[in-house]
T-cell receptor, first 113, second 115 residues
Framework: ETGVTQTPRHLVMGMTNKKSLKCEQHLGHNAMYWYKQSAKKPLELMFVYNFKEQTENNSVPSRFSPECPNSSHLFLHLHTLQPEDSALYLC????????????FGQGTRLTVV | AQTVTQSQPEMSVQEAETVTLSCTYDTSESDYYLFWYKQPPSRQMILVIRQEAYKQQNATENRFSVNFQKAAKSFSLKISDSQLGDAAMYFCAYRLNFGNEKLTFGTGTRLTIIP
């Protein structure tokens, strides 16, 4: 347990559904991240938040919408997804974006049908 | 752009033996960090070991050690006295030590421990 909790652990959704992934950290960190992990591909950084402000959007389609209401919580709102969006979505946090060590959650396994 | 290459998709080792996982990277920078992360079946990425590029000495953490060859841009992970709990995906990662630079990951190596 690294202090980063993601819910749900598994999610199956249809292409017309709207769902949200949640990430919570109890480490007092100020930076939070969403990564996408697909089979046989490197982890892809999607979004970075630092002190609740989005500092990076890595050319992510608009069907993924992040929200960071405070430094402890990060959401990823999903709508009108495609089957190729099926992947493991990992949340991470670090003290700030200059800090070298990121702590990861256990991920949400998303399947789009 | 920086890239990280792990050329071994899968490796296996007998319990109690030693195994080495390979990683190479491409960068024109001189000040950066390199990491090995472990992802067990629980899926949580856990930092195993970190190396600062400006340090000559290879990092060690208990049974885990690295062989950092800066000129060759190579960063291998050696696991000694392999244990069943070491079975996992291992990811090599790079981060520039400047500003808000992101982690760049390799594709991972799946390590199996044979009892």
């Amino acid at each position: 347990e690294t202090g980063v909790t993601q819910t749900p652990r598994h999610l199956v959704m249809g292409m017309t559904n709207k769902k949200s992934l949640k990430c919570e950290q109890h480490l007092g960190h100020n930076a939070m991240y969403w990564y996408k992990q697909s089979a046989k591909k490197p982890l892809e950084l999607m979004f970075v938040y630092n002190f609740k402000e989005q500092t990076e959007n890595n050319s992510v389609p608009s069907r993924f919408s992040p929200e960071c209401p405070n430094s402890s919580h990060l959401f990823l709102h999903l709508h009108t997804l495609q089957p190729e969006d099926s992947a493991l979505y990992l949340c991470a946090s670090s003290q700030d974006t200059l800090n070298t060590e990121a702590f990861f959650g256990q991920g949400t396994r998303l399947t789009v049908v | 752009a920086q890239t990280v290459t792990q050329s071994q998709p899968e490796m296996s080792v007998q319990e109690a033996e030693t195994v080495t996982l390979s990683c190479t990277y491409d960068t024109s920078e001189s000040d950066y960090y390199l990491f090995w992360y472990k992802q067990p079946p629980s899926r949580q990425m856990i930092l195993v070991i970190r190396q600062e590029a400006y340090k000559q000495q290879n990092a060690t953490e208990n049974r885990f050690s690295v062989n950092f060859q800066k000129a060759a841009k190579s960063f291998s992970l050696k696991i000694s006295d392999s244990q069943l709990g070491d079975a996992a995906m291992y990811f090599c990662a790079y981060r520039l030590n400047f500003g808000n630079e992101k982690l760049t990951f390799g594709t991972g190596t799946r390590l199996t421990i044979i009892p």
